[in-house]
């Protein structure tokens, strides 16, 4: 029988309720999904790395076949290291498709044998971005419902 490892890589900062979404189909799907963790992507990100790690986990605790990682270079080095075979991505509207098409078609250009698996959250969440969540929060505004608990939680803490 074959086992498929994915690798489902993002910033996650902070990770949101479309992520855990995405992550329940992912888990459904493959045998394995590693939840990536892209390291020193922004000068000064919300949450550290260690923060980050500690919130998927803590999030993901009931899908016995998610891990989370971390990765610095490019995606298709760790996903080689990862013995993975596909890389799960997250298209919510029009608009992720552009980056997303050629973000893959470089991934395939670099590594053709991984194959990029596209799944859309629920629409719930469809408008729901880490980048959003974390203007909302800066300015002042609710995020309830759109982060996991723990996520909440940790930003409830940053406001003091
Ligand atoms: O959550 P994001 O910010 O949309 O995730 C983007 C991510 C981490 C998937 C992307 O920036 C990435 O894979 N970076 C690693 C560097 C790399 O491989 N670049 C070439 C990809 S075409």
Same mark, same amino acid.
């Given at each position: 029988?074959?086992?498929?490892?994915?690798?489902?890589?993002?910033?996650?900062?902070?990770?949101?309720?479309?992520? @855990?979404? %995405?992550?329940?189909?992912?888990a459904?799907?493959?045998?394995? @999904?590693?939840?990536?963790?892209?390291?020193?992507?922004?000068?000064?990100? @919300?949450?550290?790395?260690?923060?980050?790690?500690?919130?998927?986990?803590?999030?993901t605790? &009931?899908?016995?076949?998610?891990?989370?990682?971390?990765?610095?270079?490019?995606?298709?080095?760790?996903?080689?290291?990862?013995?993975?075979?596909?890389?799960l991505?997250?298209?919510?509207?029009?608009?992720?498709?552009?980056?997303?098409? &050629?973000?893959?078609?470089?991934?395939?250009? @670099?590594?053709?044998?991984?194959?990029?698996?596209?799944?859309?959250p629920a629409?719930?969440?469809?408008?729901?971005?880490?980048?959003?969540?974390?203007?909302?929060?800066?300015?002042?505004?609710?995020?309830?419902? %759109?982060?996991?608990?723990?996520?909440?939680?940790?930003?409830?803490?940053?406001?003091?």
């Amino acid at each position: 029988m074959k086992h498929v490892r994915a690798i489902y890589p993002g910033t996650f900062d902070p990770l949101t309720n479309g992520h @855990l979404d %995405l992550i329940a189909r992912g888990a459904k799907i493959f045998d394995e @999904l590693v939840v990536a963790i892209l390291r020193n992507s922004e000068k000064s990100p @919300l949450f550290t790395l260690e923060e980050r790690t500690q919130m998927i986990a803590d999030s993901t605790r &009931q899908y016995q076949n998610v891990t989370v990682a971390s990765f610095e270079g490019l995606l298709v080095d760790f996903a080689r290291e990862q013995q993975a075979s596909a890389v799960l991505r997250g298209i919510r509207a029009i608009s992720d498709y552009e980056y997303e098409f &050629q973000m893959a078609l470089m991934n395939r250009h @670099l590594a053709p044998e991984f194959e990029a698996v596209f799944m859309m959250p629920a629409e719930e969440y469809s408008y729901v971005s880490s980048r959003l969540i974390r203007e909302v929060f800066q300015l002042g505004g609710s995020v309830e419902g %759109l982060v996991p608990g723990v996520v909440l939680e940790r930003l409830r803490i940053k406001k003091g």
